[in-house]
Protein backbone atom coordinates (compact mmCIF):
# COMPACT_ATOMS: atom_id res chain seq x y z
CA UNK A 1 0.00 0.00 0.00
CA UNK A 2 1.36 3.37 -1.04
CA UNK A 3 0.71 7.00 0.18
CA UNK A 4 -1.86 7.65 -1.78
CA UNK A 5 -3.91 4.48 -0.50
CA UNK A 6 -2.98 5.04 3.00
CA UNK A 7 -4.24 8.34 2.67
CA UNK A 8 -7.49 7.59 0.90
CA UNK A 9 -8.22 4.82 3.72
CA UNK A 10 -7.31 7.26 6.65
CA UNK A 11 -9.96 10.15 5.17
CA UNK A 12 -12.23 7.70 4.00
CA UNK A 13 -12.32 6.16 7.75
CA UNK A 14 -12.80 9.98 9.18
CA UNK A 15 -16.08 9.91 8.46
CA UNK A 16 -15.58 13.84 7.33
CA UNK A 17 -16.60 15.04 3.64
CA UNK A 18 -13.83 14.81 1.14
CA UNK A 19 -12.49 15.34 -1.87
CA UNK A 20 -9.31 13.61 -3.11
CA UNK A 21 -7.93 14.98 -6.35
CA UNK A 22 -4.45 14.09 -8.11
CA UNK A 23 -2.20 16.19 -10.96
CA UNK A 24 -1.12 12.88 -12.25
CA UNK A 25 -2.02 13.62 -15.88
CA UNK A 26 -0.97 15.54 -18.36
CA UNK A 27 -3.46 17.56 -19.16
CA UNK A 28 -3.94 19.19 -15.25
CA UNK A 29 -1.52 22.31 -15.15
CA UNK A 30 -0.86 25.45 -13.58
CA UNK A 31 -2.69 27.40 -10.34
CA UNK A 32 -6.05 27.14 -11.17
CA UNK A 33 -6.80 23.64 -11.05
CA UNK A 34 -5.78 23.72 -7.71
CA UNK A 35 -8.03 26.27 -7.30
CA UNK A 36 -11.28 24.71 -8.75
CA UNK A 37 -10.39 21.57 -6.97
CA UNK A 38 -9.55 23.72 -3.72
CA UNK A 39 -13.56 25.32 -4.55
CA UNK A 40 -15.14 22.29 -4.79
CA UNK A 41 -13.88 20.90 -1.24
CA UNK A 42 -15.26 23.76 0.12
CA UNK A 43 -18.17 23.28 -0.86
CA UNK A 44 -18.50 20.07 1.08
CA UNK A 45 -17.33 22.04 4.01
CA UNK A 46 -19.95 23.04 6.63
CA UNK A 47 -18.63 26.46 8.44
CA UNK A 48 -20.33 25.89 11.55
CA UNK A 49 -19.29 22.27 12.27
CA UNK A 50 -15.64 22.53 13.77
CA UNK A 51 -14.70 19.03 11.86
CA UNK A 52 -14.88 20.60 8.81
CA UNK A 53 -13.54 18.36 5.27
CA UNK A 54 -10.90 17.40 3.97
CA UNK A 55 -8.85 17.92 0.70
CA UNK A 56 -6.39 15.61 -0.56
CA UNK A 57 -4.03 16.98 -3.80
CA UNK A 58 -2.18 14.15 -4.93
CA UNK A 59 1.15 14.12 -7.21
CA UNK A 60 1.32 18.49 -5.96
CA UNK A 61 4.97 18.66 -7.23
CA UNK A 62 3.58 18.81 -10.93
CA UNK A 63 2.20 21.76 -10.50
CA UNK A 64 4.51 24.60 -11.55
CA UNK A 65 4.44 27.28 -8.47
CA UNK A 66 2.17 25.05 -6.48
CA UNK A 67 3.36 26.12 -3.46
CA UNK A 68 2.03 29.89 -4.00
CA UNK A 69 -0.97 28.87 -5.03
CA UNK A 70 -1.66 26.58 -1.83
CA UNK A 71 -0.36 29.91 0.88
CA UNK A 72 -2.95 32.04 -0.91
CA UNK A 73 -5.83 30.27 -0.82
CA UNK A 74 -5.12 28.65 2.86
CA UNK A 75 -4.65 32.51 4.13
CA UNK A 76 -7.92 32.76 2.35
CA UNK A 77 -9.48 30.00 4.47
CA UNK A 78 -7.68 31.11 7.53
CA UNK A 79 -9.28 34.96 7.48
CA UNK A 80 -12.65 33.17 6.64
CA UNK A 81 -12.17 31.09 9.53
CA UNK A 82 -13.15 27.69 7.31
CA UNK A 83 -12.14 24.41 8.79
CA UNK A 84 -10.63 23.05 5.40
CA UNK A 85 -8.26 20.48 6.47
CA UNK A 86 -5.47 19.69 3.22
CA UNK A 87 -3.47 16.58 2.66
CA UNK A 88 -0.47 17.50 0.16
CA UNK A 89 0.50 14.22 -1.21
CA UNK A 90 3.85 14.44 -3.68
CA UNK A 91 6.53 11.66 -4.65
CA UNK A 92 9.71 13.90 -5.14
CA UNK A 93 11.03 14.50 -1.68
CA UNK A 94 13.00 17.40 -2.87
CA UNK A 95 10.85 19.29 -5.07
CA UNK A 96 8.13 19.16 -2.19
CA UNK A 97 11.03 20.29 0.47
CA UNK A 98 11.87 23.31 -1.85
CA UNK A 99 8.25 24.36 -1.77
CA UNK A 100 7.56 23.95 1.57
CA UNK A 101 10.24 26.11 3.14
CA UNK A 102 10.28 28.92 0.00
CA UNK A 103 6.42 30.08 0.23
CA UNK A 104 4.72 28.22 3.04
CA UNK A 105 6.81 28.73 6.41
CA UNK A 106 4.73 27.95 9.77
CA UNK A 107 1.61 26.73 7.37
CA UNK A 108 2.32 22.88 7.15
CA UNK A 109 3.33 19.59 9.07
CA UNK A 110 5.43 17.39 7.41
CA UNK A 111 4.47 13.24 7.72
CA UNK A 112 7.60 11.10 6.87
CA UNK A 113 6.54 8.09 5.45
CA UNK A 114 9.68 5.87 5.40
CA UNK A 115 10.40 2.66 3.54
CA UNK A 116 8.42 -0.17 4.91
CA UNK A 117 9.61 -1.68 7.90
CA UNK A 118 9.66 -5.55 9.09
CA UNK A 119 6.58 -5.48 11.37
CA UNK A 120 4.83 -4.18 7.98
CA UNK A 121 5.79 -6.45 5.42
CA UNK A 122 5.37 -9.07 8.08
CA UNK A 123 1.61 -8.44 8.31
CA UNK A 124 1.45 -7.67 4.58
CA UNK A 125 3.25 -10.28 3.13
CA UNK A 126 4.18 -12.90 5.98
CA UNK A 127 7.19 -12.37 5.64
CA UNK A 128 10.43 -13.70 8.07
CA UNK A 129 13.35 -11.89 9.03
CA UNK A 130 15.57 -13.51 5.90
CA UNK A 131 12.88 -12.13 3.14
CA UNK A 132 13.17 -8.80 5.04
CA UNK A 133 16.92 -8.80 5.21
CA UNK A 134 17.52 -9.92 1.55
CA UNK A 135 14.29 -7.87 -0.08
CA UNK A 136 14.00 -4.97 2.51
CA UNK A 137 10.95 -3.04 2.09
CA UNK A 138 9.05 -2.29 -0.81
CA UNK A 139 5.70 -3.22 -0.60
CA UNK A 140 4.87 -3.08 -4.63
CA UNK A 141 7.95 -5.78 -5.18
CA UNK A 142 6.63 -8.18 -2.67
CA UNK A 143 5.03 -10.52 -5.27
CA UNK A 144 8.00 -11.07 -7.25
CA UNK A 145 10.34 -12.29 -4.67
CA UNK A 146 9.44 -15.86 -6.35
CA UNK A 147 11.57 -15.21 -9.30
CA UNK A 148 14.52 -13.56 -7.93
CA UNK A 149 15.54 -12.28 -11.63
CA UNK A 150 12.23 -10.27 -12.23
CA UNK A 151 12.21 -9.04 -8.60
CA UNK A 152 15.93 -7.58 -8.75
CA UNK A 153 14.91 -5.98 -12.61
CA UNK A 154 11.93 -4.17 -11.02
CA UNK A 155 13.93 -2.62 -8.01
CA UNK A 156 16.98 -1.64 -10.65
CA UNK A 157 14.40 -0.29 -13.17
CA UNK A 158 11.07 0.60 -11.69
CA UNK A 159 12.48 1.70 -8.56
CA UNK A 160 16.29 3.00 -8.76
CA UNK A 161 16.20 4.47 -11.56
CA UNK A 162 12.68 6.12 -11.72
CA UNK A 163 14.13 7.98 -8.49
CA UNK A 164 17.04 9.22 -9.33
CA UNK A 165 15.83 10.32 -12.81
CA UNK A 166 12.53 12.23 -11.42
CA UNK A 167 13.71 12.96 -7.61
CA UNK A 168 17.49 13.75 -7.86
CA UNK A 169 18.71 15.02 -11.73
CA UNK A 170 15.15 16.60 -12.80
CA UNK A 171 14.96 19.00 -9.44
CA UNK A 172 18.86 19.99 -8.76
CA UNK A 173 21.81 21.07 -10.51
CA UNK A 174 23.86 18.07 -11.17
CA UNK A 175 26.03 18.73 -13.19
CA UNK A 176 27.90 15.10 -13.36
CA UNK A 177 24.97 12.92 -13.43
CA UNK A 178 27.40 9.91 -14.59
CA UNK A 179 29.26 10.69 -10.92
CA UNK A 180 26.06 10.84 -9.12
CA UNK A 181 24.72 7.45 -10.63
CA UNK A 182 28.07 5.86 -9.62
CA UNK A 183 28.28 7.32 -6.27
CA UNK A 184 24.71 5.75 -5.69
CA UNK A 185 26.17 2.30 -6.84
CA UNK A 186 29.13 2.49 -4.80
CA UNK A 187 26.93 3.52 -1.61
CA UNK A 188 24.67 0.60 -2.19
CA UNK A 189 27.66 -1.89 -2.77
CA UNK A 190 30.09 -0.66 0.39
CA UNK A 191 26.70 -0.10 2.77
CA UNK A 192 27.27 -0.47 6.25
CA UNK A 193 31.29 0.49 5.73
CA UNK A 194 33.34 3.73 6.00
CA UNK A 195 34.86 5.67 2.80
CA UNK A 196 36.48 8.96 3.00
CA UNK A 197 35.61 10.92 -0.03
CA UNK A 198 39.51 10.61 -1.15
CA UNK A 199 38.68 6.77 -1.01
CA UNK A 200 35.76 7.17 -3.36
CA UNK A 201 36.99 8.83 -5.94
CA UNK A 202 39.45 6.12 -6.86
CA UNK A 203 36.93 3.57 -7.78
CA UNK A 204 34.83 6.27 -9.48
CA UNK A 205 37.50 7.74 -11.79
CA UNK A 206 36.01 10.80 -11.79
CA UNK A 207 37.60 14.05 -11.61
CA UNK A 208 35.15 15.66 -9.54
CA UNK A 209 36.84 16.62 -6.27
CA UNK A 210 35.04 15.53 -2.34
CA UNK A 211 32.61 18.32 -1.76
CA UNK A 212 30.74 17.49 -5.32
CA UNK A 213 30.54 13.93 -4.28
CA UNK A 214 29.52 14.72 -0.36
CA UNK A 215 26.70 17.54 -1.86
CA UNK A 216 25.55 14.27 -4.46
CA UNK A 217 25.26 12.34 -1.35
CA UNK A 218 23.30 14.48 0.10
CA UNK A 219 21.15 14.10 -2.95
CA UNK A 220 20.89 11.08 -2.75
CA UNK A 221 19.67 11.11 0.90
CA UNK A 222 16.95 13.90 0.48
CA UNK A 223 15.54 11.08 -2.12
CA UNK A 224 15.09 8.14 0.60
CA UNK A 225 17.68 6.29 -1.37
CA UNK A 226 21.11 5.89 0.21
CA UNK A 227 22.62 8.28 2.86
CA UNK A 228 26.34 9.15 4.94
CA UNK A 229 26.52 8.53 8.20
CA UNK A 230 28.74 11.53 10.27
CA UNK A 231 31.09 10.24 13.34
CA UNK A 232 29.71 10.90 16.82
CA UNK A 233 32.43 13.39 18.35
CA UNK A 234 30.10 14.68 20.67
CA UNK A 235 30.62 18.26 18.54
CA UNK A 236 28.70 18.66 15.57
CA UNK A 237 31.18 20.70 13.31
CA UNK A 238 34.14 17.83 14.23
CA UNK A 239 30.99 15.29 13.26
CA UNK A 240 30.14 16.61 9.46
CA UNK A 241 33.89 16.89 8.67
CA UNK A 242 34.50 13.21 9.37
CA UNK A 243 34.42 10.60 6.66
CA UNK A 244 30.69 9.13 6.11
CA UNK A 245 29.86 5.56 6.75
CA UNK A 246 27.65 4.61 4.37
CA UNK A 247 24.06 3.15 4.63
CA UNK A 248 21.57 2.31 2.16
CA UNK A 249 17.50 3.12 3.36
CA UNK A 250 16.16 -0.38 2.16
CA UNK A 251 18.15 -3.50 2.01
CA UNK A 252 16.71 -3.86 -1.40
CA UNK A 253 18.92 -1.08 -3.05
CA UNK A 254 21.90 -3.89 -1.88
CA UNK A 255 20.94 -7.12 -2.96
CA UNK A 256 19.31 -6.33 -6.33
CA UNK A 257 22.25 -5.26 -8.18
CA UNK A 258 24.86 -8.76 -6.32
CA UNK A 259 22.73 -11.12 -8.99
CA UNK A 260 22.91 -13.16 -5.84
CA UNK A 261 19.52 -15.24 -4.35
CA UNK A 262 18.59 -15.13 -1.14
CA UNK A 263 19.63 -18.62 -1.02
CA UNK A 264 23.02 -18.06 -2.28
CA UNK A 265 23.67 -14.97 0.33
CA UNK A 266 22.20 -16.81 3.31
CA UNK A 267 25.28 -19.42 2.36
CA UNK A 268 27.72 -16.94 2.84
CA UNK A 269 28.56 -15.75 6.44
CA UNK A 270 30.20 -12.85 5.68
CA UNK A 271 28.11 -11.49 3.18
CA UNK A 272 24.98 -11.92 5.59
CA UNK A 273 26.63 -10.39 8.29
CA UNK A 274 27.01 -7.62 6.00
CA UNK A 275 23.34 -7.39 4.71
CA UNK A 276 22.40 -8.08 8.82
CA UNK A 277 24.15 -4.98 9.42
CA UNK A 278 22.90 -2.96 7.09
CA UNK A 279 19.15 -3.75 7.70
CA UNK A 280 19.68 -2.59 11.47
CA UNK A 281 21.02 0.57 9.76
CA UNK A 282 18.36 1.08 7.93
CA UNK A 283 15.74 0.58 10.23
CA UNK A 284 18.21 3.22 12.21
CA UNK A 285 18.08 5.52 9.30
CA UNK A 286 14.47 5.61 8.63
CA UNK A 287 13.97 6.45 11.91
CA UNK A 288 16.33 9.77 12.01
CA UNK A 289 14.93 10.59 8.59
CA UNK A 290 11.70 11.23 10.07
CA UNK A 291 13.29 13.32 12.72
CA UNK A 292 12.56 10.46 15.49
CA UNK A 293 16.55 10.72 16.47
CA UNK A 294 19.91 11.39 15.29
CA UNK A 295 21.99 8.46 13.73
CA UNK A 296 25.53 8.55 14.17
CA UNK A 297 28.50 6.05 14.14
CA UNK A 298 32.16 5.98 15.96
CA UNK A 299 35.37 4.98 15.02
CA UNK A 300 38.67 5.16 17.12
CA UNK A 301 41.74 3.53 15.81
CA UNK A 302 40.69 -0.01 16.00
CA UNK A 303 37.81 0.35 17.75
CA UNK A 304 34.45 1.06 16.38
CA UNK A 305 30.48 1.04 17.48
CA UNK A 306 28.25 0.41 14.48
CA UNK A 307 25.80 3.34 15.42
CA UNK A 308 25.41 5.82 17.99
CA UNK A 309 21.86 7.01 18.09
CA UNK A 310 20.86 10.27 20.09
CA UNK A 311 17.56 11.21 20.88
CA UNK A 312 17.44 14.55 23.32
CA UNK A 313 19.75 13.95 26.00
CA UNK A 314 19.55 10.00 25.86
CA UNK A 315 22.87 8.46 23.68
CA UNK A 316 22.72 4.63 22.80
CA UNK A 317 25.58 2.66 21.84
CA UNK A 318 24.36 -0.24 19.19
CA UNK A 319 27.12 -2.66 17.99
CA UNK A 320 25.22 -5.82 15.34
CA UNK A 321 26.57 -8.75 15.59
CA UNK A 322 25.30 -11.62 13.18
CA UNK A 323 26.99 -14.63 14.79
CA UNK A 324 26.40 -16.32 18.16
CA UNK A 325 30.02 -16.64 18.94
CA UNK A 326 30.81 -14.81 21.87
CA UNK A 327 33.03 -11.88 20.92
CA UNK A 328 35.17 -8.96 23.27
CA UNK A 329 33.68 -5.62 21.99
CA UNK A 330 36.11 -3.14 22.79
CA UNK A 331 34.88 -0.43 20.44
CA UNK A 332 31.89 -0.42 23.02
CA UNK A 333 34.39 -0.53 26.14
CA UNK A 334 35.91 2.80 25.09
CA UNK A 335 33.02 4.84 23.12
CA UNK A 336 31.54 3.95 26.70
CA UNK A 337 34.37 5.22 28.92
CA UNK A 338 34.56 8.70 26.53
CA UNK A 339 31.20 9.54 26.10
CA UNK A 340 29.00 7.56 28.87
CA UNK A 341 26.06 6.65 27.19
CA UNK A 342 23.03 5.64 28.29
CA UNK A 343 22.31 2.64 26.73
CA UNK A 344 24.36 0.07 25.53
CA UNK A 345 23.02 -2.38 23.28
CA UNK A 346 24.23 -6.03 21.36
CA UNK A 347 22.20 -6.77 18.39
CA UNK A 348 22.37 -10.65 17.30
CA UNK A 349 25.00 -12.82 18.30
CA UNK A 350 24.52 -13.16 22.83
CA UNK A 351 22.53 -10.20 22.84
CA UNK A 352 18.86 -8.37 21.51
CA UNK A 353 17.67 -11.10 18.61
CA UNK A 354 18.32 -9.49 15.07
CA UNK A 355 14.29 -9.97 14.67
CA UNK A 356 13.01 -8.55 17.66
CA UNK A 357 14.83 -5.21 17.44
CA UNK A 358 13.61 -4.79 13.77
CA UNK A 359 9.92 -5.68 14.95
CA UNK A 360 10.14 -2.49 17.35
CA UNK A 361 9.80 1.17 17.01
CA UNK A 362 13.63 2.57 17.50
CA UNK A 363 12.24 4.73 20.03
CA UNK A 364 11.70 1.52 22.28
CA UNK A 365 15.14 0.88 22.20
CA UNK A 366 16.72 4.75 22.14
CA UNK A 367 13.74 6.65 23.67
CA UNK A 368 14.49 9.98 25.40
Not at 140 to 168: E, Q
Not at 333 to 344: E, G, V, Y
Request: net charge positive; charged share 20%.
Amino acid sequence: MGKSTLVQDVVQASGLPHRIASADEPTLRGGDWIAQQWEAARQTCDPASAAGAVLVLDEIQKIPRWSEAVKRLWDEDTRRKLPLKVVLLGSAPLLLARGLTESLAGRFELLHLPHWSLAEMQAAFGWNLDQYVFHGGYPGAAPLIGDPHRWARYVLDSLVKTSISRDVLLLSRVDKPALLRRLFELACRYSGQILSYTKMLGPLQDAGNTTTLAHYLELLAAAGMVTGLHKYAGDAARSRASSPKLQVYNNALLTAGTGFSLAEVRAQPELWGRLVESAVGAHLANAAAGGECELFYWRERAREVDFVVRKGRQLTAIEVKSGRSPQALPGMAAFTAAFKPQRSLLVGGDGIAVETFLLRPVSDWAGG
